[in-house]
């Protein structure tokens, strides 16, 4: 009976030295090429998440939008459904306003000035997120810069512009900025897009060299690429504050360090990957034109619009801030 006895108690200590790893179900909404740069960050944070808490977490991916759309992806983490999703920032800010910093047009010219704000109104942002939605950015990712394509005539110039049609996400800031600089645009959702140019309902529509490659837009009409530096696509992969907060700490900071050092790792492969789209959609008979001669116009114009927008992105505090690191003006 001494023996049983003693028996049964390392059995009860082994099974209570057993940790259990936590599972983190992420969802997307692009698909499994390796590539894309949703599919590549989930890989790279799923690497380094499970690398840094030595095994101790387990990161599942759901590509592909098999657990629905972008801001249903938001709603079950906030909901705690699912623990991570990834979506682009002005989805995001459907729910948490502030992320909508980032449409502001023209608030950078290149990617130094994209990271430099990125990297220091992080930390601010999240607060802002955490107050509005319960949820924080793990990781910040980019795509590039949206450039227009169209299907009629060189751009060059904000005259070019008059009389096209473009299609543009149901986005203020974004229509406000095509509205200011004298064409046309034209709202239309994203799985209708391909045909609305295909069809020529609409004559171009603005997305970054890599989603311009991977939707082979030049099989829908699209000739002429003018590289505007209006807006960056940037998004989130966004995570619940109190979900994050339950884990034991030395895994919660395991979980941030991956996410900070898979957004770094994701600014070396997105360049990459966009000079090798650029070369595709050229091979394709796309023509680039490079940035409009007048592009200071274009500025000028789109960055008047801001004070409008200034109450739909949670205030002036952070884009003051962000004006501040870039040594600009603010517009008011």
Sequence with gaps: MFLLSGCGNSDKDQAAGKEEKIIIKYTHGVGT??????QWVALKFKELAEQYTDNRVEVQIFPGGQLGSEQRG?????????????????????FTPSVGIYDLPYMFMNRDEAYKVMDGIWDDLDKKMIEESGTRALIWFEQGFRVLTNSKKPVTTLDDLKGLKIRVPQNPMMLG?????????????????????????????????TVNNSMKFYEA????????????????VVVQEKWLQSLPADIRDAL??????????????IVELETKALENLKSNGMEQLGAPKDEAEWQKRAMATWPKFYDQVGGTELVEKAMTILDKEMPK
């Design 33 to 38: 090429d390796p590539s894309d740069p949703h």
């Design 221 to 236: 009409k699209q000739k002429y690429i003018t590289d505007i530096h209006y807006k960056m696509w940037i998004g989130p």
């Design 256 to 269: 941030i360090k991956a996410g900070r050092d898979t957004a770094l790792a994701e600014r070396d492969f």
């Design 74 to 94: 938001f709603q079950d983490v906030q909901n705690g459904v699912v623990q991570a999703t990834s979506l682009a920032g002005n989805n995001a800010a459907v």
């Design 177 to 209: 900025a095509f509205s200011s600089w004298g064409c046309e645009p034209t709202p239309i959702a994203w799985d209708e897009t391909f045909s609305a140019l295909q069809q020529g309902l609409v004559d171009g529509q603005e997305n970054p060299h």
